[in-house]
């Protein structure tokens, strides 16, 4: 009887353990970047049992001046698991590489291919590590500020790899080249980035590349195929919202459809986490069911 009683407890520690979710961080040597970068994966509960079980995946992209960890520093684990409990999400993992202040695109002359890297060294890597489904289907990708600038222009320059984007108070910037070399010229820290990133004076050829207003309209037909979701406080100190108001008012007029909402609140994370849930239950209702 002992014995018996000895195994069904441990039945149903093993039971439990492969229920737990859990937070896998480690790190990748990149040959594109030439240096180590840093990256997180939320595996969902039952990740661990013994299946062959695949999942959709979500990249979340953070913002400038935070890492890897900031989705679930701010709390969106907690979140993420009151969803699941709460049956209101499906499991998929969700994926956040360190961008560094890289703005999630190859700097202007190559110098840092931080999109090369995430195309072609990073996803690879993470969809080869992990049971993830690579079809476009099961694939989406997010962000938070500078993280929401990248969504937008990956989902948008390559339409093909995304079947959803989302974001919240993305950087998106309306000016034209002209408008930002004359703000380039007052030096300071947020400057000096986006120089690095886009050149000073902004390479025109580069910035053009990567704008998401223009890749809109250069890829339109292909990205009407892409579900589309985002946000922005109203009180936003960079004035995120009236970017984000001109790029849904862009996207209406080349026919693709898009949730876009301005909400009470400001450029912080306790706007970021109120908002979090609307964007993952939106990711779960386009992700196919997990095999």
Not at 104 to 110: A, D, F, I, L, R
Not at 151 to 166: L, N
Not at 169 to 182: E, T
Not at 204 to 232: E, M, P, S, Y
Request: with cysteine.
């Amino acid at each position: 009887m002992r014995f018996l009683r000895i195994l069904l407890l441990l039945s149903l520690f093993s039971a439990t353990a492969f229920a737990q979710s859990r937070i896998d961080c480690n790190a990748l040597d990149s040959h594109i970047l030439k240096e180590t970068i840093r990256y997180c994966v939320m595996l969902p509960a039952g990740y661990d049992a013994p299946t062959a079980k695949s999942y959709p995946v979500l990249y979340f992209l953070h913002g400038l001046g935070e890492n890897e960890q900031a989705l679930f520093k701010m709390g969106g684990w907690d979140l993420v698991e009151d969803l699941r409990r709460q049956h209101k999400i499906t499991d998929f993992l969700i994926v956040t590489p360190d961008g560094e202040a890289s703005f999630y695109v190859n700097s202007v002359k190559g110098k840092v291919r931080y999109s090369d890297f995430f195309l072609y060294e990073f996803m690879p890597f993470i969809e080869g590590k992990y049971r993830i489904r690579r079809e476009r289907t099961s694939r989406a990708v997010s962000g938070i500020s500078m993280g929401g600038y990248g969504a937008f222009r990956f989902a948008f320059a390559y339409p093909e790899q995304f079947s959803a984007v989302s974001a919240e108070s993305a950087a998106l910037i309306a000016a034209s080249p002209d408008d930002l070399n004359a703000m380039l010229r007052s030096d300071t820290p947020m400057n000096q980035i986006l120089g690095s990133v886009f050149g000073n004076p902004i390479d025109i050829g580069h910035w053009q590349q990567n704008d998401v207003f223009a890749l809109a309209r250069k890829n339109r037909t292909a990205i009407r195929r892409v579900a589309i979701n985002f946000n922005c406080g109203r009180d936003d100190q960079f004035k995120f919202e009236v970017s984000g108001e001109a790029l849904h008012r862009e996207l209406d007029s080349l026919g693709i459809k898009n949730q876009f909402h301005i909400y009470p609140g400001d450029h912080s994370a306790p706007y970021f986490l109120a908002h979090l849930a609307e964007l993952m239950e939106f990711h779960s209702q386009h992700f196919p069911t997990t095999k």
